[in-house]
């Protein structure tokens, strides 16, 4: 997958995807990213790419002409017309359902702004999509453009050594993930769960995916409420609440459990 990101800050984008998974799908040629500065499309002394926004207030806004430019030179070298995605918080929010749906493009154009924003006209104009990657404010684009970028490698076939652990990833499945233990089995008096030492592989499949349900039924509700559990998730789900309950010394679980917390 090819990602052109246009920033004021390439070298931030640059190295941070150098690490981790990210580099090895650079090298194994699975992604390839470049980075444009817009600073470059600007045409005076100073290289100005932003100005005071109309109707006055603090901060500066991104200027429509270099921007322009800059998204003129991307898509002069990009293989084939692809989505030119503005990140910011007014956008779509980023989920991993958005993440399998943005992994599907051949490319994607990711446009970051630093300052206040972007004069509106450049987003009507020259932006397919918005997104979000959260309900908070960042100085800057480029993390996002890396949190979108990082979260759709994963999902490159051959990026991760075992695309296994996608799939098992949280939210892979709507759900969170369970908990993962590794030696030694005893730490500070803490042992692991007897049933991942049994080696009885059924067993440990039914115990992650109780654990994944308890999980989510604990910390995100919300999740599960979007969602029709099967009858095995919804038997699976029960068992968990059940030996919570009892682990919280709580009384009886109350048959309608279930439908109180909206599943
Ligand atoms: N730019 C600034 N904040 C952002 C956010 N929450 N998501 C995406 N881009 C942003």
Not at 33 to 49: C, K, L, M, Y
């Amino acid at each position: 997958m090819r990602v052109d990101v246009v920033t004021l800050f390439p070298e931030m984008v640059q190295t941070l995807l150098r690490f981790g998974v990210t580099g090895r799908a650079a090298e194994r040629g699975l992604l390839q990213v470049e980075t444009w500065d817009p600073r470059d499309d600007a045409h005076d002394r100073h290289r100005t790419v932003d100005d005071r926004p109309y109707g006055g207030g603090p901060g500066m806004v991104m200027k429509v002409q270099p921007l322009r430019d800059t998204l003129r030179r991307v898509r002069a070298m990009v293989p084939a017309p692809v989505k030119t995605i503005y990140l910011s918080p007014q956008g779509r929010p980023l989920t991993q359902d958005g993440v399998r749906e943005l992994v599907q493009e051949s490319g994607l154009i990711l446009l970051t702004g630093r300052y206040e924003g972007i004069d509106e006209r450049l987003i009507e104009a020259e932006v397919d999509e918005e997104w979000s990657i959260g309900d908070y404010v960042l100085s800057g684009g480029e993390l996002a453009a890396l949190v979108l970028i990082d979260a759709m490698t994963r999902l490159l076939p051959g990026a991760l050594n075992d695309y296994e652990s996608a799939e098992q990833d949280s939210f892979m499945d709507g759900l969170l993930d369970c908990p993962h233990y590794t030696r030694p089995e005893q730490i500070d008096g803490q042992g692991v769960p007897a049933v991942l030492l049994s080696g009885d592989h059924g067993a440990i499949a039914r115990w992650r995916r109780r654990e994944s349900l308890g999980r989510t039924w604990l910390r995100r509700p919300d999740l599960l409420a979007q969602r029709q559990l099967a009858a095995k998730d919804r038997a699976l789900l029960d068992e968990f609440i059940r030996e919570y309950q009892e682990k919280q010394g709580a009384p009886a679980l109350p048959e309608n459990l279930l439908e109180q917390r909206g599943v």
